[in-house]
């Protein structure tokens, strides 16, 4: 939500001493490599069962001393008692036949649960190939230095654990989708030198009951077998909101699941796996059996027993944090949580830098390529530059990709593939044109922060054409003054119709949808005043409507003073579909903005201030209302237009001071004025008449 007291600068990313001290490896990252007789017993564990079974099978069929051996039991046999060697057999008849049925039901048991318990499991170690690190992670250098206080112990613990430290059990990883979530957690095992086992949160739901405890118990335990051969293990749960959501009726718990979730559980899909993950996370630091026998051994023989030397660290992502169970996120569980947001412009040019390394490009603007991205995750950019840019550039014959394949890239991922309209009424195809050359001039005149990226009348999905405008610097907390400004904006292309073909059309529900939403926010932030009522439950309230009517006035008067450019823009988007940002520039005039200037004020000021009067209903107009107080930064001269003058002194007193305020639309009414005067369109009431002389007596 924008806060309205100045941005508190982020803290400084912590440090991280680049040299480890004389008491540390100086290679921490490969801290236990397993020797190569490891990987030999590994593989002689993999393969002797299927040499040693075939060699039992031949000596039994084919080995004279097998024949011997069975010679002499079938002697031994002999020797004995009919009567005895008739109860025996009968005996071990039965027995056998008993066993038999016994193992055979479960071994079926125990084959069909085995075959249920199977799910995909990712399995990365240290020297797979796939193993990534810090280096192949861009864009978030503040989120690297923070996990590298944990990837440090990872690697190297020994001075953690002669503090008496205790390590944590895990890391939850939660932001929007495509953010890295899962790239981060498989960089720190890299980075660590660790092995790196994940499954997905679906990956446990099962159609029985207690196949989820049981593909619980089995990812568990090869983490831990991973981690007691290299001495430490990451074991990831992504989208670990679908086996530990919240438990209904639990206490601490924020519910939402209860009725679900009983069904669910009687077809194993209900919170038995999300129990065993608690469990194994609480005993992770718990010896094992095989430990407790162990230990027992060397105290039998009168040695100390060896101390644990690895551990596991579990790590989940989501990005629906508020529904997970409040057991999961306590400490000593989760105990660390990092929120993993978009990059910003810097963690951009990185990301885009590193994808554009990897594949064959030529004159690539890096900045334009930022600047067309706001917001977007790695995951949009690494595919926007990688599979649709490349796509694109095979297409057209080329070996190399150049700037129009990525933009191309980027408004695919936006809008929706090209869909042209191949018999278009020329009529209908000149309403779409006049209403995005409308979103384009009160874009450029409203807006001059902002750059227009493409204006096009091509139809991608449900859109027969859009106008794409980019901020031109991050916008992390914004003046109410920006929101209406947007409000202009949407309501330009359906007013700029109505100027040019006489009657209003279809088309403008999506911008009739965000003016709505702007003027909510407008509410909700205070501009009309304290939001201390509720929004319209039937609809937006009255005044809201009057305050619709204003801003629709204040964009009809704004388009009219720019008629000629709107004719001009649509003819060009008639004549070749498509305007780039050289394009529609060519086409409009000054706006004010300067590269560099912290303020940029439009330069249309000077001229509307004569055309912008007479709101209806009598309120003040937006502009007149705004300089009624005109600044008292320069000194105004006498004898011109008030308006004017007032117009011309705010422009050179914010250019001259570009730090003491901002001012990039047409100034809209001021929330006091505006409040003030809304007892103007209230129905009247009538007084209540003055109360009687009491008679005298």
């Known amino acids: 939500m924008t806060q309205s007291i100045a941005p508190v600068p982020p803290p400084a990313p912590p440090s991280v001493d680049p040299k480890p001290p004389a008491s540390r490896r100086p290679n921490p990252a490969a801290f ?31 080995s004279e001393s097998a024949r011997d051996t069975f010679t002499f039991l079938g002697l031994l046999w002999e020797s004995i008692h009919p009567v005895s060697r008739t109860i025996i057999g009968a005996t071990l008849g039965t027995a056998f036949q008993l066993a038999f049925a016994i193992s055979f039901a479960i071994l079926q048991f125990v084959a069909i649960f085995w075959f249920m318990s199977q799910t995909r499991v990712e399995t990365i170690r240290p020297e797979d190939p796939k193993s990534v690190t810090f280096k192949d992670y861009w864009g978030q250098p503040n989120l690297v230095a923070l996990v590298r206080q944990w990837i440090s112990l990872l690697a190297d613990r020994r001075d953690f654990v002669k503090m008496g430290g205790k390590y944590i059990n895990g890391i939850l990883l939660y932001g929007p989708p495509g953010t890295g979530k899962t790239m981060l957690a498989k960089a720190m095992a890299g980075e660590a030198g660790i092995p790196f086992i994940s499954i997905e949160g ?61 069904m669910g559980g009687m077809m194993g899909g209900g919170s038995g796996a999300l129990t065993r993950l608690l469990y194994e996370m609480d005993g992770i630091e718990q010896p094992s059996l095989g430990d407790k026998l162990r230990a027992r051994w060397y105290t039998f023989i009168g040695k100390e027993p060896p101390k644990k030397t690895w551990h596991v660290l579990f790590m989940g992502s989501t990005n629906r944090p508020e529904v997970l169970d409040a057991a999961l996120l306590r400490p000593g569980r989760f105990d660390a949580k990092i929120q993993v947001d978009p990059p910003d412009r810097t963690g951009r040019r990185e990301i885009v830098k590193g994808y554009l390394s990897r594949i064959k490009h030529k004159d690539v603007d890096v900045e334009a390529v930022v600047e067309d991205t706001p917001n977007a995750t790695p995951a949009q950019i690494a595919s926007a530059i990688g599979k649709d840019a490349v796509r694109i550039a095979l297409s057209k014959g080329r070996d190399h990709v150049v700037q129009n394949d990525i933009d191309r890239a980027i408004d695919e991922q936006r809008y929706g593939l090209e869909q042209p309209i191949e018999e278009w009424d020329p009529v209908q195809r000149v309403q779409v044109a006049y209403h995005e050359a409308g979103h384009a001039v009160a874009q450029h005149y409203a807006m001059p922060d902002r750059r227009i990226v493409r204006v096009t009348i091509v139809r991608r999905g449900s859109a027969l054409g859009f106008m794409h405008p980019v901020d031109r610097t991050e916008v992390h907390a914004e003046p109410l003054r920006r929101i209406l400004s947007n409000v202009i904006v949407g309501m330009a292309g359906h007013v700029v119709v109505k100027l040019h073909m006489g009657e209003h059309w279809t088309g403008a529900t999506g911008d009739n949808e965000m003016i709505r939403w702007n003027i909510r926010l407008l509410y909700l932030y205070g501009y009309f005043g304290p939001p201390t ?96 107080a005109p600044t008292t930064l320069v000194q105004l001269h006498t004898g011109a237009d008030a308006s004017a003058v007032a117009a011309h002194a705010e422009v050179i007193a914010v250019r001259s001071q570009p730090r003491t305020r901002s001012a990039r639309m047409l100034p809209p009414p001021r929330p006091k004025d505006f409040a003030d005067r809304q007892l103007q369109y209230r129905p009247d009431v009538p007084a209540d008449p003055p109360a009687a002389d009491p008679p005298s007596t």
């Open 32 to 62: 236990k490599k397993p020797s190569a007789w490891a990987g030999v017993w590994r593989a002689i564990r993999r393969i002797a069962p299927w040499i040693l079974i075939p060699l039992f099978l031949w000596w039994m069929f084919f």
């Open 202 to 262: 679906s990956g446990f739901r099962g159609m029985f009951w207690g196949v989820d405890v049981l593909r619980m118990v089995q990812f568990v335990g090869k983490a831990k077998k991973l981690a007691r051969e290299y001495g430490a293990c990451i074991c990831y749960i992504d989208e670990i909101d679908a086996v530990g959501q919240s438990r209904g009726g639990v206490m601490g718990g924020r519910g939402g699941a209860g009725m679900g979730m009983g």
């Open 533 to 628: 009522g509720s929004w319209g439950e039937n609809g937006m309230p009255n005044w809201a409507e009057r305050f619709w009517r204003i801003m629709e006035e204040q964009t009809e008067t704004l388009l009219r003073a720019h008629m000629s450019e709107t004719e001009a823009i649509a003819k060009a988007l008639l004549e070749r579909n498509t305007l780039t940002n050289p394009d529609v520039l060519a086409l409009l005039g000054d706006n004010g903005w300067r590269a560099g200037h912290v303020d940029n004020v439009p330069t249309a000021f000077p001229e509307l201030l004569g055309r912008l009067n007479g709101a209806p209903g009598g309120l003040p107009s937006p502009v007149a209302s705004a300089s009624a």
